[in-house]
């Protein structure tokens, strides 16, 4: 498909031209995975039942001689075979990565089927399909990773943010063509129903570990500092399982000079959450550590009131610790706004419960949003990792080089804004916060990055 945006006029052009027929000729090939991604158990459960596992053997059946053929790697063949795998295969990583299968124990030795599932039998003829895939070796009864499944499993956490909105694409026509804001009308504490939140944070967890490292040289300068010009601590928003927070604290009790005054000058440290679950969970895993920390109930788009509620409670000032957040800000509850002549430079589609909205108003959106934050930050800076999208024409001439395509429908009908990252930070520089060039990262290091790792400063 053709893909026009004029962010001037406010309009989009989707036309066809000369491979869009045959590509629509294979849509009925997808009818049967289709189904099989809405099946109810395999959307909330965690683990592969007997059930589900002969329910995923019957459709791989389906799709196993087309799995198995040798495809020109240049073809619209070889993208939907792989695209079809990839739909296949995913929830099944999860779900071994969820329940322990890639533990070292099974990934640096053989394995029998009965070492992991209580029903053998059931379990080793979904390895034999893996198996066929290129992921396992056999001997005799038992298994062994080869270096395709090993590529796989180290990279199952990286799947599970993409499975966690399965609940989501499940509701797909209704998204587009009944009520779309039905899947996110919830109260206040009940459970999402468009992701699977305990998913998503487990992915989240595995898949930024990479990103909490590439922080570590930030943290080191910024707590090597003079004691008295330092952060008295750090506000993690969104803190998710806490596993930032914990990471952190390591890292400053053992390479900063913080580190060696913990007893004169006591770090404090922060989570905030939305989610009242995920502040349950980083309480618990915190103490479990034993560190000492604070949970605080927060929303991204408020930080007055998260600036009142700490001082009451905890007599701590905001403004007073190193206020960090990662892949968050997109996710923003939106808020109307006059975008008057801004003409935005974004390629993003952004929709707000079913309403298309433009991006002139997008960039409006950030720009008001993150001026919230600037008189908090003005003393250490904000310290942002954040998500962005690529051009439609970028992504469709490196597919299967780039999870941008999966990024922008898990974020895209979950009403979330993703901007490019250039985009990202001249409206950062708008509001007053310029990002540190020495410190600036992005993944990969090149025009396809959708992470950036950034210090932005007054």
Known sequence: MNYELNNSENTVKISTHENSEKAFSFAGIYQNLAE????????????????????????????????????????????IQKHIEGALISPIIVKLGMSGMFHKYFMEASFSADEFH??????????????????????????????????????????????????????????????????????????????????????SGGAHSTYFKVLDEFIIEIFNRPLDEQPKGILDMGCGNGALLQHLYDVIESRTLRGKNLDEHPLFLVGADFNKAALKVTRANLV????????????????????????????????????????????????????????????GAFSFRGKRLANNEVEENLLQHLKKWTPYVEKFGLLVIELHTLPPQLTAENLGKTAATAYDATHGFSDQYIVEVDVFHRICKEAGLNPDGNLFKKFPDSELATVSINLLKK
């Open 36 to 79: 099989f991604l809405s099946d109810e158990e395999l959307i909330s459960s965690q683990a592969i039942s007997d059930e589900l596992g002969r329910k995923w053997m019957k459709i791989y059946e389906k799709y196993r001689s087309d799995l198995l053929e040798n495809r020109l790697e240049n073809s619209l063949e070889y993208q």
């Open 118 to 203: 209580k029903n053998p039998g059931c379990f080793e003829q979904l390895l034999e399909a893996l198996a066929e895939l290129g992921w396992f070796s056999r001997k005799g009864r038992n298994f062994q990773f080869t270096e395709t499944g090993l590529f796989f499993a180290r990279r199952a956490s990286a799947y599970g943010v993409t499975v966690s909105y399965l609940p989501m694409f499940a509701k797909m026509e209704n998204l587009l063509f009944g009520r779309a804001n039905e899947i996110r009308e919830v109260e206040m504490g009940e459970e999402e129903i468009h992701v699977n939140r305990e998913m998503n944070v487990w992915g």
């Open 288 to 347: 479990k550590n034993d560190i000492w920390a604070k949970v605080i109930w927060g929303d991204i788009g408020n930080p007055k009131r998260l600036a009142e509620d700490l001082k009451s409670d905890y007599d701590i000032q905001l403004e007073d610790l190193l206020n960090i957040r990662t892949f968050l800000d997109h996710n923003r509850i939106w808020e109307d706004v006059e975008a008057g002549q801004r003409k935005s430079t974004s390629t």
